[in-house]
């Protein structure tokens, strides 16, 4: 069994984001960048399916050079190979470029599967793995809260509205994995070692065989207008008196001021 | 331009979600002068039709198939993308429901066009329609317009968009969808409904959330009662979740669900950035919390400082005669 797994290097959810003056650029200069969190669970389905069925993992991602620490982790927790695609042509790419990036680089691969994290933290568009499957003409299941696999088919539990969706697929397929799914290991001290002597193999737009008019801002679909800050909340009241009483007020504030109840 | 809106039906019923991207399709129509389809698929949902039409379909595309009985991103991939071909459309519309996420890239990538995920507002200037959409959870908006003359597709969050009253006598259009059983690759076996058919934190328009300050999972039934009463979801923060006091689906915040309800009662929940994040664009916040120094009243429009298992009670009761005196 081998498995691809998609991986992000992305801003932490501490981030606080902040706006460059001129408005079209975000200033995470501050920001700490890590494994996107819903690619941990990737990592580690794909890790617990090798362990049980043997295989490779290799794990993807389309960044600049710092985008290697998240592939060092990737290798760290277990996987056997890793793969950088880099290149300024890709600076600006939406989703739908990403996607068809990955796409190249995967055709490059022999895999029975390819994973993912539900969605990346920052842009959370939640495209990336659909789009995958659509460009490798393979089905795709998101949201994944629960995978087994039986021979060339899988059957799966997916989040939805109030409850959860049993879907049955044939492989290979894009799986994009939701917390829930298992608990990710950290890496051993010996993992990190190791992983220092891993490939990480990186391919060029060229090498893909990909160029500006596929990828990059030049190809993307949409326009950036401005970034913006949500608006401040109007200053709040904390109540006050004993605790029955300001029981009562809030009640009273909800129905008759707020209207909300 | 003229709009497709892709209507989610779950068991014959629309979603009202997919009314306010109806809605919201029949504005943008109007606004660029043109006009807007619906494209529904099931199995016996013929009747669905009449219902988008007051909403604003001046056509509905129907794939009433035993085919689309169970969702299959392929088969419903493959069946919004020809109704996309047949209407002559520019833009796809639906909402970001567990299914319009799924659904929409494989329809977005198949015509090979840009997607807009969980779009929050739009306007139109000079006949080009601009979209507001969070990233970071809502820690900050990115503010985009197609590049001219292209499709393109978005989905809009639930419960933001209203549900208009734009009445048409839709002309109802059987959808040659050409989907064979050889497309469906991956498809719903089963729905599994979440115990006690509890309202999902996404869907509700009120939300009553524990946080760390629960204590453990047992109490989480006095949230549940307010709940109840309140026609409320019960939601939670992430350090409840990951103590293992309730089920991720429950979660708000950056690593959970993004909500706008029109109440968010916060109890016990200090207010990480990452919880913030999650449920600022709330209407109105309600914070209950012993430490009054919690960054939860920062962004709470009421707040009580108190311990929440004297609070929720009494809140609790408080609500009950208020619904007593109707």
């Known amino acids: 069994m081998n498995i691809l797994v998609c991986v992000k290097h992305v801003p932490d959810t501490e981030t606080r984001v902040k706006i460059a003056p001129d408005g079209l650029h975000l200033d995470l200069s501050e920001a700490n960048f890590v494994m996107n969190p819903y690619d941990e669970y990737a990592v580690e389905e794909a890790l617990q399916l090798k362990e049980k069925l043997g295989g490779e993992v290799t794990v993807l991602t389309v960044g600049g050079d710092d985008a290697t620490k998240t592939l060092r982790q990737a290798l760290a927790m277990g996987a056997d190979k890793s793969v950088l695609i880099s290149d300024a042509a890709f600076e600006g790419n939406d989703a739908m470029a990403t996607a068809k990036t990955l796409a190249a680089a995967a055709k490059k691969q022999s895999f029975d599967l390819v994973l993912a994290g539900k969605h990346g933290v920052g842009e959370d568009n939640q495209q990336v793995g659909s789009l995958l499957a659509q460009f490798l003409d393979i089905p795709a299941v998101t949201v994944v809260t629960k995978l087994e696999l039986d021979g060339t088919n899988a059957k799966c539990t997916r989040e939805i509205e109030g409850g959860a969706e049993v879907v049955k697929t044939s492989l290979p397929a894009v799986f994009t994995c939701q917390k829930g799914l298992n608990e990710p290991r950290y890496p051993s001290l010996k993992g990190i070692m190791q992983a220092k002597k891993k490939e990480v193999t990186t391919y060029s737009a060229a090498d893909l065989g990909l160029d500006g008019s596929s990828v990059g801002a030049g190809a993307a679909a949409f326009e950036l207008k401005k970034y913006e800050l949500p608006p401040p909340r109007p200053a709040g009241r904390v109540l006050s008196g004993e605790i029955p009483d300001q029981v009562k007020e809030l009640v009273q504030l909800l129905h008759e001021e707020a209207k909300v109840i | ?326």
Not at chain 2, 182 to 192: R, W, Y
Request: hydrophobic share 45%.
């Open chain 2, 1 to 326: 331009m003229n709009v497709l809106v892709f209507a989610e039906q779950r068991s014959g019923k629309l979603k009202k979600a997919s009314l306010e991207a109806m809605s919201a399709g029949r504005a943008i129509a109007d606004q660029t002068g043109g006009s807007a389809a619906a494209v529904v698929l099931g199995q016996s949902i013929g009747s669905l039709a009449e219902e988008l039409g007051k909403v604003g379909a001046e056509k509905v595309f129907v794939g009433d198939d035993g085919i689309f009985e169970q969702y299959s991103s392929d088969a419903y991939g493959l069946a919004v993308a020809k109704a996309f071909g047949a209407f002559g459309a520019d833009v796809l519309l639906m909402s970001a429901t567990a299914m319009g996420k799924d659904l929409a890239p494989r329809v977005t990538g198949r015509l090979d066009m840009g997607l807009l995920s969980d779009v929050t507002g739009y306007t139109v200037e000079g006949g080009a329609v601009v979209f507001t959409r969070p990233i970071f959870s809502g820690k900050a908006f990115a503010t985009l317009t197609p590049k001219a003359g292209k499709p393109f597709g978005v989905t809009l969050r639930p419960n933001v968009f209203p549900v208009g009253d734009a009445a048409k006598t839709p002309e109802v259009v059987p959808l040659e969808h050409g989907v064979t059983s050889g497309d469906v690759k991956a498809v719903v076996e089963q729905i599994l409904a979440a115990e006690g058919g509890m309202l999902d934190v996404a869907e509700a328009d009120v939300i009553i959330s524990g946080g760390r300050g629960m204590k453990g999972p047992e109490n989480y039934k006095i949230l549940e009662e307010l709940a109840g009463l309140l026609g409320a979801a019960v939601g939670a923060s992430r350090a409840a979740v990951d103590a293992g006091w309730i089920d991720h689906a429950h979660q708000v915040g950056q690593t959970g669900k993004v909500v706008s309800p029109s109440l968010y009662i916060a109890c016990g929940i200090s207010g990480a950035i990452q919880h913030l994040a999650g449920m600022s664009s709330s209407k109105v916040i309600v914070a209950v919390n012993k430490d009054p120094e919690a960054p939860i009243f920062k962004v709470a429009n009421y707040g009580i400082v108190g311990d929440l298992f004297e609070v929720v009670p009494l809140l609790t009761q408080a609500v009950k005669e208020l619904k007593a005196q109707g």
